[in-house]
C-alpha cells in the first residue's frame, strides 16, 4: 500500500513496548511506583554515562527541575541560544531569572559558544547548552569557560540521545542534562523526560522535586515546593523496550540523513546539514534544509507546497528573542541574532522519523526537486 501522506514525524514501536505494557496490566502497577521506572532509570545512566537519572513526565519538566535543583532564581542570569524551543526560557523565565540569548552558528545551527565569553557577569549562574537537530554544541571551549568563571552547565539533550561529542556521550558533559522522550526523539515514553546528573545531592533534590518535595520522615510537611512530575510505570515500560532499541534507532536516523544528504546534494538552492565535524557525525535527529536567499519564496511558502503534494514538513525555531510574550514582558527589545532571524524564515526540516523507509525519502525528494522548478 502506498502512503497517502508522508508525516513530518511517525515513531518506530518494534521492540519489546507490548510485552513490557502487558507485565504492568497484569501486575497492575501503572503509577510512578512500578518497577520500570527505575529500571529505565539506572539503563538510561548507564548509556549516557551518567551516575543517577531522575524519570519525569515530559522534556520541559525535566528542564524546571535541572534549574530548581542548581538553586537558579530571581536575580540570576542564564545564558542560552536563542536558536531553540521555548521550553528553555520558559524555565529560566519561570523561575525569576533572565535569560541572556546568543545567535547560533549559520552551518552548525548550534549556539555560538565563541559569543559566551562577553556576555558573562557576577549574575551568570549556568549555561544552557542545547544540542540542535542533530549535531552538539561545541562542548570543549563551552565546558572551559563554565569551569573559568566557576558557573553551571545545564545540557539539554532533548535531540542528542545517543549522540556523541568526541566520543562522549551528549548529555554527559554539563551538571545537569536533560532529555525528551517526545514521539520525535531518538527514543519515545509518548510523553516523557529524564533528569540526569553524576553528583548525589543534586540527584536527592531531581527526585525531591519531582515529586513535590515529600519528605519521608514527616508526610505531608513541606520545607521546599517542587511538581508532580512523575512518570508512570506504562511510560516507563515503553522507555525500557525502546532503550533497547537506541542502537538501531541511530543507525537509522543516520542513514535517512545520508539517503537525503546524497540525494539533495547536488541542487544549488539548499544548504544541508553537515555531515560531520571536527568532534560529532551527524545523527540527524530531523533533515532540516535552508533555502538560499536568492531562491523566490521563503520557508512558509516552500512548506505550503510541499504539503500541497503529500509532505510534511515543520518550521525551524522562532528565535527567542522575537518571542511576542517575552517582548511583552520586556526582554530582548532591540535585540538582533542575525543568523536565527535569518534560519526561521529560510530553515525547515523534512519528513525524519524512525519509521522513514528509503522509498519515503526518494518520494520528499522528488517533491522537493518538483517545488524548487516550479517556483524558478
Ligand atoms: C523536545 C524538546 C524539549 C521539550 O521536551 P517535551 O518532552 O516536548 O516537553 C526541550 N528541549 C529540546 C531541545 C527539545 O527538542
Not at 67 to 75: E, P, Q, T
Not at 126 to 138: E, K, N, T
Request: net charge negative; with cysteine.
Amino acid at each position: 500500500m502506498t502512503k497517502e501522506f508522508i508525516p513530518v514525524n511517525e515513531p518506530l514501536l518494534a521492540g519489546n513496548e507490548k510485552k513490557y505494557l502487558e507485565e504492568c496490566i497484569d501486575t497492575g502497577w501503572i503509577s510512578s511506583e512500578g518497577p520500570f521506572v527505575s529500571k529505565f532509570e539506572n539503563y538510561f545512566s548507564e548509556v549516557v554515562g551518567r551516575k543517577s537519572s531522575v524519570a519525569v513526565c515530559n522534556g520541559s519538566a525535566a528542564l524546571d527541575v535541572a534549574i530548581a535543583a542548581l538553586k537558579i532564581g530571581a536575580g540570576d542570569e542564564v545564558i542560552m541560544p536563542t536558536f531553540t524551543i521555548i521550553s528553555c526560557a520558559a524555565a529560566i523565565y519561570r523561575a525569576g531569572a533572565t535569560p541572556i540569548l546568543v545567535d547560533c552558528e549559520p552551518d552548525t545551527w548550534n549556539m555560538n559558544v565563541w559569543e559566551i565569553e562577553s556576555l558573562i557577569t557576577e549574575q551568570t549562574k549556568a549555561i544552557m547548552a542545547v544540542h540542535i537537530y542533530g549535531l552538539p554544541v561545541d562542548m570543549n571551549p563551552l565546558m572551559a569557560l563554565a569551569k573559568k568563571y566557576n558557573i553551571s552547565v545545564i545540557e539539554d539533550a532533548a535531540q542528542a540521545i545517543g549522540l556523541e561529542y568526541e566520543e562522549k556521550p551528549c548529555g554527559g558533559f554539563g551538571d545537569v542534562s536533560v532529555f525528551s522522550f517526545y514521539p520525535n526523539k531518538h527514543i519515545t515514553t509518548g510523553e516523557g523526560g529524564m533528569v540526569s546528573v553524576n553528583d548525589p545531592i543534586l540527584a536527592e533534590r531531581c527526585s525531591s522535586l519531582r515529586n513535590l518535595c515529600f519528605v519521608n520522615s514527616e508526610r505531608f510537611v513541606h520545607y521546599e515546593l517542587g511538581w508532580n512530575y512523575r512518570m508512570t510505570n506504562l511510560q516507563a515500560a515503553v522507555g525500557l523496550a525502546q532503550l533497547e532499541q537506541l542502537p538501531t534507532h541511530l543507525k537509522l536516523k543516520r542513514s535517512i540523513g545520508l539517503w537525503y544528504l546524497e540525494a539533495l546534494k547536488e541542487i544549488d538552492e539548499l544548504e544541508l546539514p553537515l555531515e560531520r565535524t571536527d568532534y560529532a557525525d551527524n545523527l540527524f535527529w530531523v533533515f532540516g534544509i535552508v533555502l538560499k536567499d536568492s531562491f523566490p519564496i521563503d520557508a512558509r511558502g516552500f512548506m505550503s507546497r510541499l504539503g500541497e503534494k503529500g509532505v510534511g514538513t515543520r518550521p525551524f525555531f522562532y528565535p527567542m528573542h522575537q518571542q511576542p510574550i517575552f517582548n511583552r514582558e520586556g526582554l530582548f527589545i532591540g535585540d538582533s541574532h542575525p543568523v536565527s532571524e535569518r534560519l526561521y524564515k529560510r530553515g525547515l526540516y523534512l519528513p525524519s522519523g524512525l519509521a522513514l523507509k528509503e522509498s519515503d525519502v526518494k518520494k520528499v525528494v522528488n517533491a522537493v526537486k518538483q517545488v524548487l522548478i516550479s517556483a524558478k
